[in-house]
């Protein structure tokens, strides 16, 4: 071979390898994606990102998951078509939940994919959630799947819920603010917004939960049988003052005993969680259940919120 | 491309047994190693897959996913390239790693705008043309001569630190990898545009730095067969280059080659030399007895207390350590700065200066003979600094054992699913994370690190005996050194087995 010849040759090798090395990947992927799936099969890859708190459509990946905010997914499906869902992660550990659907729950660990394929009978929108505490944007881990029967246009998006958007970024207050604004900032920035709504009005539905939606907890001072705006004050002054049992034998608020019973429930639930109660006890787990916050919040923390439950006026109708 | 005409056939080797003692003339135990040597192809066909590769790891850097353990850029560069290239490819192939490297590829290629042949120069028309002649080859762009005061290790040593001390990133963050490793790519390719040959590799990129040190251990080196042959050569082709290879890119005079430092393996000399007098040695253990400068003292000081940083840092119990290494994870400046402080302190003062005052001690005690000076501090610093070859490139094999034990599982997952798209190629993809015999990683530490610890010592009484003539001045010059390497690897066994 004629050096000429040779150094062409390895031009050419180079080229090639470049190419090669570069392209490759995305010419297999491309393969691989729909390997094995019936013709016609749709894929769509929900990626969660807890830095984000959403699983998102977009591609994640090492170049743009670091300075992007990815938005929510909201896959629209077809009636009667299959799809393959791949469920990934880019950072920690999530669970893929969308049990309307009959999808999941699905565990995504970081770097791994998962393929679930779903051909929808039903029509309509139905929420999917994170169903594995992920960070603190966790509880926002929302979204919705819309299922439209082929040929029609799907419905518009549910607007994000006020109060809800970046929760977890929600600015504290200074050092030495009543009590009721630091719990007003807990509520927010720990995210428990995100299922008891915006000032505590509920209304969040949980597929297959007893009551159907998350309770409010506005009007908690009806249930402590604080029915006098004093009153209340009282309670929440104590509260700030560091505890609700000294004021036991020095108030005259009405059934005072009862007041504090309920007090010690509502922290018990905050500090333990409960369990969503199922309506269908055949049908699966409600996505939504009221975690533990023992350790994660302090006594102190705790008698925040309930301060700030406690200036809530109750829902209108209730 | 052009030939010198009539060019001479291939060179036979010297005849002889010309080995040197304690060598084993690999040319001559096996030709078709010599054949392979003298292919002006040989090292075009080792880099070129190795350039794929690389840009096979830039791209998952980029597109694949950002999980660190599951992208092949983190796993196969920081942990199963790391761990070859110290634990294999340096302490038994010296610069090997040199000879396949991608990151001067496109430098080199545009420096003699040619990937396999040479451009010879007839000695009598070495005038006119394009590009710049230097010696008999001809090569394109600016080819400056690298600035003298440059022209050593320092700039690598602070390089090589200032990378180090950003370790927590690159080993997590995809992305970081990649900025990493295409600086490398772009750095070496200006630099070929404007300086010399492989001035990148010599003086600039950071991984050559601790490659020159740790290669003076390796078991294998190019060297002159015959040096009478040498002596009375008349053609030098090895370092002017001719019609088979290159002049030797990296600068040097292989004829004069003494140490593996500054050598990468290349076989352009193997290629030019016109008696076939270059060849490959396998030999003991750390042969090459010396170090020349206080920036060669300071890389052995730097890969110690490296080593001994990050057996701290990610072998330790304390978690804020790895916290503070961890910047961008964690957001804690005052805490990353604190780390960052105290590794270049380490690095840069404490562990010099300790060694200098210990030198200073052994120097007093060994006093001189009535009539005689002692020998001058730098000499017996620099002659006691060489144990650190040994004990560094121990300490650095000790440190990334356990690494690839606990974490070569990644290796296995990557394999199949290089990017973290969800493919699975071999079937290894979904293989669960299983740390490799971990009951065994102490005793292994050790083993490693009394082997670096009896090397260092008998390098040390080597240099105390060169120096202080005489059994008990050695013994007392060579003491204080000999108790403070001891103290650092029964540090390094308080880390590792508690």
């Known amino acids: ?318 | 491309m052009s030939a010198l005409p009539h060019a001479a056939p291939a060179p036979q080797p010297t005849p002889g047994p010309k080995v040197r003692s304690g060598r084993i003339d690999l040319f001559l135990r096996f030709p078709r190693l010599r054949w392979l040597a003298e292919r002006r192809w040989f090292q075009f066909a080792v880099v070129l897959p190795n350039l794929g590769l690389f840009l096979l790891f830039l791209s998952a850097g980029l597109f694949g996913t950002p999980v660190g353990n599951r992208n092949i850029i983190i796993v196969f560069v920081w942990i199963l390239w790391w761990f070859l290239l110290i634990s294999a490819l340096v302490p038994f192939t010296s610069r090997i790693w040199c000879t396949v490297c991608p990151f001067p590829f496109f430098g080199e290629w545009a420096q003699r705008r040619a990937l396999v042949q040479v451009r010879a120069v007839d000695p009598k028309k070495k005038k006119g043309g394009p590009g710049v002649v230097i010696g008999r080859n001809r090569y394109f762009g600016k080819n400056l001569k690298w600035p003298k005061a440059l022209s050593n290790i320092w700039l690598q040593n602070i390089g090589f630190l200032a990378l180090c001390t950003f370790s927590a990133l690159f080993l997590t963050r995809p992305i970081v990898s990649v900025i990493v490793l295409g600086s490398l790519f772009v750095i070496a390719t200006v630099l070929h545009l404007v300086y010399r040959q492989r001035t990148f590799c010599s003086y600039v990129c950071p991984v050559s730095g601790f490659l020159s040190l740790f290669s003076m251990a390796s078991m294998t080196e190019v060297r002159p067969r015959d040096l009478d042959v040498c002596q009375t050569c008349t053609d030098k082709g090895c370092l002017a280059g001719s019609d088979k290879g290159w002049g030797c890119p990296w600068l040097i005079y292989p004829s004069k080659l003494e140490r593996n430092n500054y050598c990468g393996l290349c076989m352009e000399c193997v290629k030019a030399c016109p008696h076939g007098n270059m060849t490959v040695n396998l030999r003991p253990f750390l042969s090459d007895g010396w170090l020349k400068g206080y920036d060669e003292s300071y890389k052995a000081f730097i890969m110690l207390s490296l080593a001994l940083a990050y057996s701290v840092i990610y072998l330790g119990p304390w978690a804020f350590l790895k916290d503070w290494a961890n910047i961008a994870e964690k957001h804690d400046w005052a805490g990353f700065f604190t780390y960052a402080g105290a590794l270049w302190a380490l690095a840069l003062v404490v562990l010099p200066g300790t060694y200098y005052l210990v030198v200073r001690l052994g120097r007093s005690l060994a006093g001189a003979p009535a009539g005689t000076t002692a020998p001058p501090t730098k000499d017996v610093f620099l002659g006691f600094a060489h144990p650190l070859v040994p004990l560094g490139l121990l300490a650095w094999v000790a440190f990334s054992f356990p690494l690839m034990l606990v974490n070569g599982s990644y290796i296995l997952q990557v394999l199949s699913d290089p990017f973290g798209w969800g493919w699975d190629l071999f079937h290894t993809a979904h293989v669960a994370w299983t740390p490799v015999v971990p009951w065994w990683t102490p005793y292994i530490q050790v083993a490693l690190l009394l082997t670096g610890l009896f090397f260092a010592l008998r390098s040390g009484a080597r240099h105390a005996r060169r120096l202080f003539p005489g059994g008990a001045r050695a013994l007392r010059a060579f003491a204080p050194v000999a108790l403070l390497l001891g103290g650092i690897v029964a540090g390094f066994f308080t880390l590792y087995v508690g």
């Open chain 1, 1 to 318: 071979m004629s050096d000429k010849s040779l150094e062409a040759a390895a031009t050419a090798t180079t080229a090639l390898v470049i190419a090669a090395a570069i392209g490759a990947p995305f010419w297999y992927q491309r393969r691989q994606l729909h390997e094995g799936l019936p013709p016609g099969t749709r894929v769509i890859t929900l990626t969660a990102v807890a830095s984000s708190g959403h699983w998102t459509e977009e591609a994640v990946n090492g170049e743009n998951y670091w300075r992007r905010d990815f938005p929510a997914a909201r896959p629209v499906l077809t009636l009667g078509q299959p799809t393959a869902i791949r469920i990934a992660s880019s950072d920690v550990t999530h669970v893929f939940y969308a049990p309307a659907l009959g999808i999941g729950p699905i565990e995504a660990y970081p770097g791994h994919v998962r393929e679930t394929i779903v051909t929808p009978s039903k029509a309509g929108v139905f929420p999917y959630y994170c169903t594995a505490f992920c960070g603190n944007p966790h509880f926002g881990m929302r979204g919705e799947i819309a299922v439209e029967p082929a040929g029609q246009a799907a419905p518009p998006p549910a607007p994000v819920a006020p109060g809800t958007k970046d929760y977890w970024e929600a600015p504290q207050p200074p050092a030495g603010a009543p009590l009721t604004e630091r719990g007003k900032w807990i509520f927010l920035e720990r995210g428990c917004v995100t299922c008891h709504g915006e000032g505590g009005r509920g209304g969040v539905q949980n597929f297959n939960y007893a009551r159907g939606a998350v309770p409010a907890l506005a009007g908690i001072s009806d249930r402590m049988m604080l029915y006098e705006p004093e009153d209340v004050k009282t309670v929440v002054t104590a509260l700030a003052k560091g505890s609700l049992d000294a004021l036991a034998g020095k108030t005259d608020i009405p059934h005072f005993e009862i007041a504090l019973s309920q007090y010690h429930a509502i922290r018990a639930v905050i500090q333990n969680g409960s369990v969503s109660a199922k309506k269908d006890p055949t049908g699966p787990t409600p996505p939504l259940q009221m975690p533990t916050w023992a350790g994660r919040l302090s006594d102190r923390d705790i008698d925040a919120v309930i301060a700030y439950l406690l200036t809530l006026p109750p829902p209108a109708g209730a």
